[in-house]
């Protein structure tokens, strides 16, 4: 069984291991040691069990979390490898059953000794609410792109063209329309309303 091992610091770690149950924590007891700040001593338990495997969370602190769900305490849990599994500063945890088969490795490779084992803590400062920096909305709309440019002369091209159609229709229709016959008067009627020429 290959554990693959992505940190919250961007560090990755890679654990060849032969038993079929295994302890993941930060104790040098442990199968493999994760000397992280928020892994448990013993954080979590992985078995392979008749051709599946479980996960229990041993009741750690920050608990284990399978598929964006954290799982019940001492609770032996079912886990497909294709589920995203992370606990503590472990961002993710993958089980490759059959390693030689898998051609994907993860670069680089950390292997620790957990004989040598220091307890490594992160702190991350979170920036200042105004200490952003953005683009005044202004500066960025004074400068479009070529592409942006290329659409906007295409759209006016294409409504002149459009506008061009329509007027020589329009003519056209006029020249292409019989004139109007007016209207002529009989002898001896005199014109009595406006409507009569209509």
Known sequence: MLLKIKMITGEYMEFQVTEQSIVVGRSSKCQVVIPFEGVSRQHCLIEFVDGQ???????S????????????????????????????????LSIDLDPAASKESFIPIIKLDPTNVELQTSTRKMPEKNSVKRKPLAAAATKPDAKAQSRAIMNILVILMFGA?????LQNKKASAPEEAQPTFAPGKTKSKESDYF
């Open 61 to 92: 602190t920050n608990g284990v979390i399978v598929n964006g769900e954290k799982i019940p305490p001492s609770e032996r849990f079912p886990y497909q490898t294709y589920f995203p599994l992370s606990f503590g500063s472990i961002q993710n």
């Open 53 to 59: 495997l479980f996960i229990t969370d041993l009741a």
């Open 165 to 169: 159609l329509v007027y020589w229709y």
